[in-house]
Every structure is written in C-alpha cells, then in structure tokens.
Nanobody
Framework: QVQLVESGGGLVQAGGSLRLSCAASGRTFSNYAMGWFRQAPGKEREFVAAISWSGIGTYYADSVKGRFTISRDNGKNTVYLQMNSLKPEDTAVYYC?????????????????????WGQGTQVTVSS
C-alpha cells in the first residue's frame, strides 16, 4: 500500500502561484510513477501532469503546459506541482496519484485508470 497526502492548496488571485506537495509513505517511493489530476465541480477528473519514477520523463496537459511544473524529490518521498500564472479555470480539487513505474525510466502515465493509489485531494481556488 502507498499512502498519499496532498498539501499546499488554497485561495489565490488570478496570475498568482501555488505549490502543491504530495507526500508518499508505505513503499519505496522511487519505484513509483506519479501524476496530478484535478476535478472541478460538475466536471470529470482530468489529467494535469505526470512524472516518471526517475523524474526524467514529464508530461503536461495542454491547458497547463508552460505554467505548471511537476517535479519529485525521491529523498523526501514527495512530488510537487508548481503552479504559476493561475487562472480561474484552474479552480478544482487537485489529486496526486501513484503507480509502479515501468522498466523504462522515462515512462509516464496520463490516464486515471492507470493509477492504483490516490490522495484525498487539496482544494485550489483562483479568484478573478
């Protein structure tokens, strides 16, 4: 089992920044590929960003590319999502997710169905 706990959400004005953290425990964190997803009220959960177990591979949704950065610190068992130039449409509950990484160090996963473990979510609200 892997336990994931997100933090860092909050209320921010449009154009501002937030950094989300996801602390993992329970298994060897460096074996796991990680992802961030979000769900706005009345909408389905959507992919935001993903990172491979090594950190070499990253991938972003078009809606956040150039504004958000995913990173990981395997020594601290934590994955981060730096969010800059926030927009009201970024308002959502943000979830981190984990799954065992593949044989290749650059492989990322972008479908929610590919992840086995989920955090409880952290609310991000961007005011206009």
């Amino acid at each position: 089992q892997v336990q994931l706990v997100e933090s860092g959400g909050g209320l921010v004005q449009a154009g501002g920044s937030l950094r989300l953290s996801c602390a993992a425990s329970g298994r060897t964190f460096s074996n796991y590929a990680m992802g961030w997803f979000r769900q706005a009220p009345g909408k389905e959960r959507e992919f935001v960003a993903a990172i491979s177990w090594s950190g070499i591979g990253t991938y972003y949704a078009d809606s956040v590319k150039g504004r958000f950065t995913i990173s990981r610190d395997n020594g601290k068992n934590t994955v981060y999502l730096q969010m800059n130039s926030l927009k009201p449409e970024d308002t959502a509950v943000y979830y981190c997710a984990a799954r065992l990484g593949g044989s290749y160090s650059y492989i990322v996963y972008i479908k929610s169905s590919e992840y086995n473990y989920w955090g409880q979510g952290t609310q991000v609200t961007v005011s206009s």
